[in-house]
């Protein structure tokens, strides 16, 4: 897609994850899922910085008129920081989601990378170009 960071990863369920420092990633999600869910109205952190996490652990809720979609991640790692702007207004999630960071994490390997989807993958499989 067009516009969207070379440099960026997808989980298999919209999220991705942008390198910042050696095993740092900015978090956040696709325009893919703000399409699906059409509108988010509010997020819930879950985890907050310090905080470590599981596989499949859920990080964030974030609510729709009639969906939540929780954000998890393939692999263990620690909140590193929280985007409490997006908190207080979700307008940014829904306007620019590709842009608009919602976590930032820290890996405990970036061997975690082997199990996510490059850009041109992710958006071959939800059928965007």
Same mark, same amino acid.
């Not at 070379?6 to 050696?22: H, M, Q, R, S, Y």
């Not at 692999?75 to 929280?82: I, L, N, P, T």
């Not at 409490?84 to 979700?90: A, F, G, I, L, T």
């Given at each position: ?21 050696? !095993? ?5 999600? *696709?325009?893919?899922? /703000?399409?699906?869910?059409? =509108?988010? @109205?509010?997020?819930? #952190?879950? !985890? ?5 996490? *599981?596989?499949?652990? /859920?990080?964030?809720?974030? =609510?729709? @008129?009639?969906?939540? #979609? ?11 920081? /929280?985007?409490?702007?997006? =908190? ?42």
């Amino acid at each position: 897609m067009e516009g969207v960071d070379e440099n960026i990863f997808f989980t298999d369920e919209g999220v991705w994850l942008k390198p910042i420092a050696e !095993k740092k990633f900015k978090v956040g999600i *696709s325009d893919y899922l /703000v399409d699906k869910y059409k =509108e988010f @109205l509010y997020i819930e #952190f879950k !985890k907050g910085p310090g905080e470590e996490f *599981s596989e499949g652990e /859920v990080l964030a809720s974030l =609510e729709s @008129l009639k969906h939540v #979609f929780d954000l998890t991640l393939p692999f263990r790692g620690r909140v590193v920081g /929280v985007n409490k702007n997006v =908190e207080k207004d979700v307008v940014a999630i829904n306007e620019k989601p590709m842009d608009t960071w919602l976590l930032e994490i820290e890996v405990m390997s970036e061997a975690v990378l082997k199990n996510l989807l490059t850009k041109n993958r992710f958006y071959e499989i939800v059928g965007k170009k």
